[in-house]
């Protein structure tokens, strides 16, 4: 469950090896935790592991970056990561650089994308380097893998690079309860509403299960859950079983509950269950300490 949370995808081979192999051996049981507690589907067959983890609504706290200089990804990288994945689905078992590219040019040049005001010609070095920033994320992913080249060489316009698509991985990336195909709205924020939303519960005992599965997801995503960001409702389930919702997942991962008047936190004695560490040097750090 841990080795789940830190890294969503889990490939059967390379750095993850271990790990998938864990989880391939409890996925029964972990597939029964996630679902009835968090409402996220876990997905595995003999080459990867997936944890569908949905949220309830968009969070722009948790950003993709880049693999290199932890920048996080701008709004155009975000338009060609999708552009690539479109790319990929229809590739071949192996592609280069370049040829990605021209795929995502050729999407960029929708009247869609241009009228919400995106660019990308690949013409000038920093949207090479947005386009290689994107890749190193799908290296990161496991949905390439490179067999040559050098991406640094595709951004000085002098090299190429080739690399194997793994159709698994590319299959369990999207995460949204509803196909972005099927929805017909074309403006972004209704777009995004849309493939996100999850039916309303129609019973006290859905209410009480969308209320569960929303502060347990927190409780396991966020590094505090403050109080005053609840609603009324979601409040006044964490106060009635905060005891049963921080068992349970102490009981699964190891985290700690730390309880304070303004919200409550899941430590985690190892510190490895997270994707910002405190500040330790510097001023950052001082600050931090006082």
Not at 38 to 44: F, K, M, N
Not at 192 to 198: D, H, K, P, W
Not at 257 to 263: C, I, L
Request: glycine residues 6%; contains cysteine.
């Amino acid at each position: 469950a841990r080795a789940l949370l830190r890294r969503p995808v889990l490939q059967a081979g390379g750095a993850t090896a271990e790990q998938f192999l864990l989880v391939r051996r409890r996925a029964e049981e972990l597939r029964e935790w996630f679902g009835r507690n968090t409402g996220w589907r876990l997905h595995v067959d003999g080459e990867v592991a997936r944890l569908v983890k949905t949220t309830t609504e968009p969070d722009a706290t948790h950003p993709a970056r880049d693999q290199r200089t932890k920048a996080p990804f701008t709004r155009r990288r975000y338009v060609l990561f999708c552009l690539a994945l479109a790319s990929l689905e229809r590739a071949d078992a192996q592609i280069t650089l370049g040829r990605l590219a021209e795929h995502v040019v050729l999407g960029a040049s929708a009247p869609e994308l241009a009228a919400a005001q995106i660019v990308f010609t690949l013409e000038r070095r920093d949207e090479r380097g947005d386009l290689v920033a994107v890749v190193r994320l799908l290296l990161e992913l496991g949905i390439l893998s490179r067999v040559a080249g050098d991406e640094e060489a595709f951004v000085r316009a002098d090299g190429d690079v080739l690399y194997d698509v793994d159709r698994r991985v590319l299959a369990t990336l999207i995460v949204t309860p509803r196909g972005p195909s099927t929805v017909t709205a074309t403006a972004p924020g209704t777009r995004l509403a849309t493939i996100t939303e999850e039916l309303p519960p129609t019973t006290d005992e859905l209410r009480n299960q969308q209320l569960r599965r929303g502060v347990t997801r927190r409780l396991l995503d966020d590094p505090v859950l403050y109080y005053e960001e609840l609603t009324e409702a979601e409040l006044a389930y964490l106060t009635s079983q905060r005891h049963h919702l921080t068992s349970r997942i102490t009981e699964l991962t190891g985290l700690v509950p730390e309880v304070r008047a303004e919200g409550l936190a899941m430590v985690d004695p190892a510190d490895e269950l997270t994707d910002v560490r405190m500040p330790e040097s510097g001023t950052e750090g001082h600050a931090t300490l006082l």
